[in-house]
């Protein structure tokens, strides 16, 4: 089922998620969920937060990336509970968009080289070392399980030059091609 993004603006997506237990109701159908909605927005990562749900667990699919980098092709991932351990490397400045963000891409810097710990959905452990493009997704979406969104990595300037383009997501008045969630404005009553 294909679920709402939620945009810019939601609290939800500042919220530092919680821990998910093997035995969370609905975890397998979430997911699945998480993955039609991913790809029906053209997405190559998601995390939880940005469907509402406040759990530490995103996924990823870099396959689109394959033609630059072989190694991505079926490069398919759930993450639970992770942990990045270790980043290293300069960082690389690299265009960046998010579908919570819808219509702006921003150039940010990351390193390029990360060890993540994390749960596969049947709660086995991993430990494994990433690089490049995939490192890159992953640490964006690891953002979104710590409450950080993609303009967090700005200049208080570029901030300031985009504030419009915020303002417009959060009000919803942007054309997006798939279902997003918009944060609804509390009106004031008077009488």
């Known amino acids: 089922m294909i679920l ?20 969370h109701p609905g975890l397998a159908e979430l997911i699945e ?14 995390a939880a937060p940005q469907v509402g749900e406040s759990l530490r667990v995103f996924i990823v699919d870099a396959t689109p990336f394959s ?39 921003e150039d940010i810097w990351r390193k390029p080289l990360i060890k993540i710990k994390y749960y596969d959905e049947n709660f086995n452990l991993h430990e494994e070392t ?3 493009i995939a490192a890159r997704i992953i640490q964006h979406e690891y ?8 303009t967090d990595h700005l200049s208080p300037l570029k901030r300031r030059i985009i504030k419009g383009k915020l303002n417009s997501i959060s009000k919803g008045l942007v054309d997006v091609d798939y279902k997003m969630k918009f944060p609804v404005k509390k009106q004031t009553s008077l009488g």
């Open 33 to 46: 969920n998480m993955f039609d909605t991913m790809y029906n927005a053209e997405g190559v990562g998601l």
């Open 130 to 132: 990433y690089d490049g």
């Open 143 to 150: 953002d979104h399980i710590e409450g950080v969104v993609l």
């Open 67 to 105: 033609q630059d980098d072989e190694k991505l092709d079926g490069f398919k991932k759930i993450f639970i509970n992770p942990e990045i351990i270790e980043t290293r490397g300069k960082e690389v400045l690299f265009n960046e968009g998010c579908l919570s963000f819808p219509k702006l891409r």
């Open 4 to 23: 709402p993004i939620f945009a810019y603006g939601e609290t939800v997506l500042r919220n530092k998620a919680s821990a998910v237990e093997k035995s």
